[in-house]
């Protein structure tokens, strides 16, 4: 990796790192434990879809560098693993979506893809650690992360569907 993609790639981190936070701080929008709008994953999937010379090894590094910042930031360990877990099946439906689709638009079912599983990772997290029955948290979940995924995934499509100067210089660092 390259000093201006590692940069670039810091940045990134750094971006959905300060949404992870600026999150943080906004009251929760249902009275469902656990639930946000997954601001954090917007670099994340931005970096997915941008091509170009981006690989998913690189979003890897990123998120891994956001969960781990992010534990820190917040002095809770129990969130290490709730991110860990969410964060690990999330790539996983990201990455296994752009195999299949990789113009501008598979943002779309990656986003929604992905928040479903961030919700499944993160309730069999709290499963392990309170009990079963958080599971019946899981379809107001569900529906909600549908919701969040498609406004995450719209964001990132409005970003990248169009190439500019700007996108095609991300997309070609090497």
Known sequence: MSIRKLVFAAMLTALSLTLFIIES???????????????????????????????????????????????????????????????????????????????????????????????????SAAALIYTASVFAYLPVLAVASVITGTFIAASVWLIIRKPNKIINKIKNIK
Not at 94 to 105: D, G
């Open 25 to 123: 701080m906004i009251p929760p929008v249902l009275p469902v434990p656990g639930f946000r709008i997954g601001l954090a994953y917007l670099p994340v999937l931005f970096s997915v879809y941008i091509g170009g010379n981006w690989s998913l090894y690189d979003t890897a590094l990123i998120l891994i560098s956001r969960i781990l910042l992010s534990a820190l930031t917040s002095g809770n360990l129990t969130a290490l693993l709730f991110s860990s877990a969410g964060g690990i099946l999330s790539f996983t439906a990201m990455a296994l979506t752009h195999r299949f689709i990789k113009e501008p638009w598979g943002a779309f079912p990656a986003g929604i893809f992905s928040a479903v599983m961030h919700n499944i990772g993160q309730i």
